[in-house]
């Protein structure tokens, strides 16, 4: 399938648009002689799509409104077309965007009423109900930690981009530690890690801003030696204020590299969450995705890291998985329920073009995804809310991924990357800083990269640490007296 566009109106939204139906199809330039492909064209007053689908063409074209949004109009025009012909509807209707909530939060800031809100989603985007009362108690949820924020705090992410295999669905800037280059790359990496560091928290204090959490993930940051994760953990402990944190996040993702000593030196130098990532508990899934680990031995990591004292850990799951049923996605959702973590968070299966499962053509078309997370119904019986959600180019059936937690377990940092609250300090490699002026400045948001691959951050570690100087002139544009009045 590939995609045409022509016409100012035919941009981003109806790229995207299209590929809610069809997230393989390629970009064209001109019409193909032979295959599938979708073709939208806006003029000053008409629009027209058409639909190239197994041999046969269907085409609509509509006469514009002076004062509509030419955008809109066009895209809705596309997807009528595309919900007839394919028979589908998409329970996020023709949304595209990644963060539902977060619509609802601005909207409301801008002084709509519930009722307006609603019918945004339902009639404007073609949202289903139930995917509306999902944002909407989202939404209500996440309302005490929105009045709450402060714009001048900050939170800061380490990454760590190491990890003993990778998955097939994998497409982060991460490389596995069984050969002997990468492992020469691991030291010097966590040495330039916590140099990073110390300028982030000095360039926090020049600013005024206050750290509220701290997440170390990747990657899988227990790749590192415990020696390493020592350093690194100790190192943080030493330059940045724990006690004055909210939440201190480290992900321990994987037993085939988590064990008793890692888990007690995260519990010792101060974290206070952790994740512990199955995705599933079926053993024939594991090995169809990569892992080199069985279902028992999370369990014992599991039971491990109650014993190094953590109380509050979370469990990544996802829908959709490689050989992966209804019932055995039931199976690994009542087996993470019965651990009885304080998080479980249920990922759709993304589709990403540098995965192996796309790269390798591994993927299918998984059609039973949405019966799938139907059952997570039962985690409202077992005690757990909905408190953050995105969503994702490429995820199975347009569906979204849920954070859900038990009472007063929410996760600070998952809702303040994900309703972009405040600014996000980054280090490490593939790094992406996002700096944040929230309320009426909505949208004022500037991004500082780093370098992507271990490598290059390493060699080019002084233009790193000359970045930081962004991060302080986009703050000297406003006094903190002028940040906090928008």
């Known amino acids: 399938m590939q995609i045409i566009l022509c016409g100012g109106a035919a941009g981003y939204e109806a790229e995207h648009t299209a590929r809610l139906f069809f997230p393989a199809a390629d970009r064209a330039n001109t019409v193909p002689e032979t295959g599938d492909f979708v073709a939208v064209c806006s003029h000053e007053k008409t629009d027209f799509v058409l639909l190239h689908l197994d041999g046969k063409s269907y085409w609509r074209t509509a006469l514009r409104d002076a004062d509509a949004d030419a955008e809109y109009a066009l895209c809705r025009l596309l997807y009528t077309l595309l919900c007839d012909v394919t028979k589908r509807t998409l329970p996020w209707g023709m949304m595209t965007g990644v963060r539902p909530v977060r619509i609802i939060h601005d909207l409301r800031a801008a002084g709509w009423q519930e009722d307006a809100i609603r019918d945004r989603f339902l009639q404007h985007f073609s949202c289903t109900p139930e995917k509306f009362r999902l944002a909407l108690s989202i939404a209500d949820l996440q309302r005490p930690v929105l009045d709450a924020a402060d714009p001048m705090d900050c939170s800061v992410y380490a990454g760590i981009p190491f990890c003993p295999t990778r998955c097939s669905y994998c497409s982060f800037v991460s490389r596995t530690v069984g050969d002997k280059a990468t492992r020469a790359l691991v030291q010097p990496y966590v040495d330039k890690l916590c140099e990073e560091l110390t300028a982030i928290r000095r360039t926090a204090d020049r600013c005024g801003l206050r750290i509220r959490t701290f997440y170390i993930g990747g990657g899988t940051p227990t790749s590192l030696s415990a020696a390493q994760l020592e350093q690194l953990m100790s190192h943080i402990a030493a330059t940045f204020d724990l006690a004055a944190l909210d939440e201190y996040t480290v992900e321990a993702g994987r037993p085939d590299c988590t064990d008793a000593e890692k888990l007690r030196i995260i519990k010792q130098y101060g974290a206070t969450r952790i994740s512990i990532n199955p995705q599933t508990f079926s ?93 997570c119904d039962t985690l409202y019986d077992a005690g757990y809310h909905p408190y953050y959600m995105y969503r994702q180019k490429g995820t199975l059936q347009n569906l979204e991924n849920i954070g859900w937690a038990k009472p007063g377990r929410d996760c600070l940092y998952n809702i303040y990357i994900m309703e972009e609250i405040h600014s996000i300090l980054s280090a490490g490699a593939g790094g992406s800083t996002k700096l944040v002026i929230p309320g009426r400045r909505r949208g004022k948001i500037e991004r500082v990269f780093n370098f992507k691959y271990p490598t290059e951050y390493i060699d080019r570690f002084d233009e790193v640490l000359a970045r930081k100087q962004t991060v302080e002139d986009f703050y000297a544009r406003y006094t903190p007296q002028e940040i906090r009045r928008t």
């Open 283 to 375: 053993d024939e899934v594991l090995r169809n995705i990569g892992r080199r680990h069985t279902a028992a031995d999370i369990i014992t990591c599991f039971a491990a890291a109650r014993a190094a004292g953590h109380d509050n850990i979370n469990m990544d799951l996802i829908a959709g998985l490689p050989g992966d049923t209804v019932e055995g996605f039931a199976q690994s959702l009542q087996q993470a329920i019965a651990l009885n973590p304080e998080n479980i968070t249920v990922h759709t299966l993304t589709l990403k073009r540098a995965s192996d499962l796309v790269v390798e053509h591994r993927a299918a078309a998984y059609d039973d995804v949405s019966a799938m997370l139907r059952h």
